[in-house]
């Protein structure tokens, strides 16, 4: 018989890894709404920007945790204006095939950077979110619980700022209409940058989130950025929301189904939804009509 | 007619003359390991030209099926003991399992949706074998695999092996080439440009992408086949993402839809890592900015830069003849 500490310590840390996924489904949501292409290379992104975060700032510069952060988002939206205006803005029209390669290749050139700046190891960095904590008789890391706060924060924020803001509204339209948006007087490639910078700045918030979850390696965004796009396909690809509530569905299925199977199958759960999900209902949970 | 005959066979002639005396004049066995190896991926590529490149199917998932190949015959012949050619026919099987399943949903799907299923079964592929243990022995990989003979004679050195997989690729460009010049190559490509047309045109879409998928798995599990038997050891760690990637760079590098453009691809991309090797650290990011620069600025690929330049010329050559007229 399963335990309630067992399933609740599942279900937390699920929750926890699935605000994560539904993180990484947004993140590259914004930049496919706007600008039509997949951003295949956002696991190296998001590693990269942990490798900005915890090997420069943190470990070589040596900046309080504040400091470290302003530094890498900094940095990261710089990155995003050098990806969006030599990649995304360009290869936009291009066929699909074209699109899929180069952002791939623009990946290993970011692993390769990465390889070359701070060498083939491991980055050790020091938990920043200590501690255990008790709930129903489960002991789970604090991190899963600062993860899940600022995951959840970061979510709720970013639906606000979508919806709400005028840049928001703006890039809503580019990625409704794109020529109906131009006649409207919006600088379309303008809100594809904005997009990009907003889509690095959400890879910068996941890498600081994943550092303490798993050391920080050049490998470490890989799973996460594959499970990302199941993510998507499951909540309903191309919506905001449904990437959220996609990613939440599958970090606890993911996790439940690892109390019943063997946890070297973990990782197949995920792609098996997604299989199913285009399969069955490719509009996903949220989407009205399918595509 | 006889010097239309020698125009259309003088380049496959001349490329087969250059590759049969290549282990003859170049001794040394690194260099024909790399040819060895760039033409089982090209068995790969030639399939993954009739999905991607014909048919215009996004599969990025050829790692999946290339390791459905290798597997199943290293598994028949550690096993169960069976030869080589004997488990060819479970690999072919396999390539046609793999070609309906991932057919119909091509059939539903389309883009980037399909992009992600191909990804998805690769991945699955790939986890389920590491995760499997007790039959695929996981992360070690399977080794000992059995070297293929042909009527009593082991095929050991790698020279052996470079002219038993010629043999194959010959056999295999001639039957890809009447496909693309045939029927079934022409509605591929009607179906990649306009697929409501096609069907307007009486073209049966569902048979077309299905044919076009299982000939397509059947090369992939056919190259995972001869892969098996050239390193006689196969890991799990070998079929990532990277390695569908690397298809497709080859692929589109050389030309779709073009034998020609494959081979080109096929062998520039294993090639490439020599030639950088100059550079040192640096080379894995020069041939990532190559292959960028190739997607944003050639997505025709090397082959559509021969045929402008040729067409060109000729424009130029008519042009001068009607001057001196």
Not at chain 2, 188 to 193: C, L, Q, S
Not at chain 2, 242 to 269: E, H, K, R, T
Request: net charge positive; proline share 3%; charged share 10%.
């Amino acid at each position: 018989m399963i335990s309630t500490a067992t399933l609740v310590q599942a279900i937390v840390s699920g929750i926890a890894m699935g605000l994560i996924y539904s993180l990484v489904g947004i993140e590259y949501t914004l930049i496919w709404n706007t600008t039509g292409m997949l951003n295949f290379a956002h696991g190296k992104v998001i590693t990269f920007c942990g490798y900005l975060f915890g090997a420069l700032c943190l470990k070589q510069m040596g900046l309080p945790l504040v400091w470290s952060l302003i530094l890498a988002l900094v940095l990261a939206a710089i990155l995003a204006l050098l990806m969006s205006s030599s990649i995304f803005i360009p290869l936009r029209t291009k066929d699909n095939l074209c699109c899929i390669l180069a952002t791939v290749m623009a990946g290993k050139i970011l692993y390769e950077a990465m390889r070359l700046i701070w060498g083939a190891f491991n980055v050790g960095i020091d938990n920043y979110f200590p501690g255990t904590i008790n709930i129903f008789g489960a002991t789970l890391p604090a991190t899963y619980i600062y993860v899940l706060a600022i995951a959840f924060v970061m979510v709720v924020a970013l639906q606000i700022f979508l919806n709400k803001t005028k840049i928001g509204k703006g890039m809503k339209c580019v990625s409704q209409n794109k020529n109906a948006a131009s006649l409207m007087g919006i600088n379309v490639t303008r809100y594809m940058r904005i997009a990009t910078i907003l889509s690095f700045v959400v890879c910068c918030f996941l890498s600081i989130l994943l550092i303490p979850l798993i050391t920080l390696s050049k490998e470490m965004a890989e799973m996460i950025a594959l499970k990302g796009f199941a993510a998507g396909i499951v909540g309903g690809f191309g919506l905001i929301p449904g990437c959220t509530v996609g990613g939440v569905i599958l970090g606890v299925v993911e996790n439940l189904a690892c109390i019943v199977i063997p946890s070297g199958y973990k990782d197949v759960v995920a792609f098996v939804l997604l299989i199913g999900f285009l399969l069955i209902k490719p509009s996903g949970i949220l989407g009205k009509k399918a595509k | 007619m006889l010097k239309n005959i020698a125009k259309r066979s003088a380049l496959p002639v001349i490329l087969l003359i250059v590759a049969v005396l290549f282990p003859i004049v170049v001794h040394n066995n690194y260099y024909i390991q790399i040819c060895c190896t760039s033409m089982i991926y090209l068995v790969a590529v030639y399939g993954l030209n009739f999905i991607t490149g014909m048919t215009g199917q996004t599969n990025l998932g050829t790692a999946g099926i290339f390791a459905l190949g290798a597997y199943t015959s290293a598994l028949f012949e550690t096993v169960l003991g069976w030869n080589a050619w004997l488990s060819l026919i479970p690999v072919i099987a396999m390539g046609v399992i793999i070609g309906f399943g991932l057919g119909f949903p091509s059939l539903r799907l389309q883009g980037i949706y399909l992009a992600l299923t191909t990804i998805a079964l690769t991945e699955i592929v790939r986890k389920v074998i590491l995760a499997w243990s007790s039959l695929t022995q996981g992360a070690l990989g399977i080794k000992q695999i059995p070297n293929i003979s042909i009527f009593g004679l082991e095929i050991k050195t790698t020279t052996q092996y470079y002219y038993f997989a010629l043999v194959i690729i010959v056999i295999l460009s001639i039957i890809c080439s009447r496909i693309i010049k045939g029927k079934w190559g022409r509605i591929m490509i009607a179906v990649k440009d306009n697929p409501e047309a096609a069907s307007t045109c009486g073209a049966n879409i569902v048979t077309i992408k299905l044919t076009a998928f299982v000939i397509a798995a059947i090369l992939g599990c056919l190259a995972g086949w001869m892969f098996c038997h050239n390193y006689n050891y196969v890991n799990p760690s070998t079929f990532t993402m990277d390695m569908s990637i690397n298809f497709v760079i080859m692929m589109s590098l050389g030309g779709a839809g073009n034998i020609y453009g494959c081979m080109l691809g096929a062998l520039a991309i294993t090639l490439l890592p020599e030639l950088l090797r100059v550079f040192g650290e640096y080379y894995q990011i020069i041939y990532a900015l190559i292959v960028v620069t190739f997607a944003v600025f050639l997505p025709g690929g090397i082959t559509s830069l021969i045929k402008r330049g040729i067409d060109f010329l000729k424009v130029k050559l008519r042009k001068n003849a009607q001057a001196t007229k």
